[in-house]
């Protein structure tokens, strides 16, 4: 079958979508079709690292903190399927910490809980939002794993308690 041709797909949307879908259709002057197809497209593309089997590890982590709150929440991934899809079958040197992916995945959760343990990450390592640009610069940025300071560890419990 050749690549630009084209297979019908059917699949369940909630009424309230497909109201969105309608609307953003006719102000655009657009077919439905058109919109669900761009709407589609633009998803893919921000998934599209999550479809290469060689992106794992610490080069999948981009991937995660562009839209892994969203995936996390969506796919309800917990702790262990996250250690599962980051860092199964990749080496040591390239690795995502059991601590950092406890992070990412509290990040998402918002549960009482987790923004306990998140703020007292930010206390330590500057704004909750410095989350990503502390795991962009110790996994992404930087060749060597940088020195954590002192009381910034997510302790076993928290692991613990999560998976």
Do not use: C, W
């Not at 102000?27 to 197809?37: H, K, P, W």
């Not at 690795?95 to 330590?124: C, P, Q, W």
């Amino acid at each position: 079958m050749s690549a630009k041709r084209k297979k019908a797909v059917s699949f369940r949307l909630a009424s309230s979508d497909v109201r969105t879908i309608k609307i953003i259709a006719s102000r655009l002057g657009a077919r439905d079709s058109d919109v669900a197809r761009f709407a589609l497209k633009l998803l893919l593309s921000r998934v599209a690292p999550f479809a290469d089997p060689e992106l794992r590890g610490r080069r999948l982590l981009p991937a995660f903190l562009e839209v892994g709150e969203e995936l996390i929440r969506h796919f309800e991934l917990d702790v262990p399927r996250l250690k599962a899809i980051i860092n199964d079958g990749v080496n040591s040197d390239q690795r995502v910490e059991e601590n950092d992916i406890v992070l990412l995945a509290m990040s998402a959760s918002g549960s009482t809980y987790a923004a306990m343990h998140l703020e007292d990450f930010a206390k330590h390592n500057g704004t909750l939002e410095g989350l990503r640009g502390y795991l962009y610069d110790k996994y992404v940025h930087r060749q060597a794993p940088p020195q954590r300071a002192e009381g910034a560890k997510i302790t076993q419990l928290a692991i613990s308690q999560t998976v």
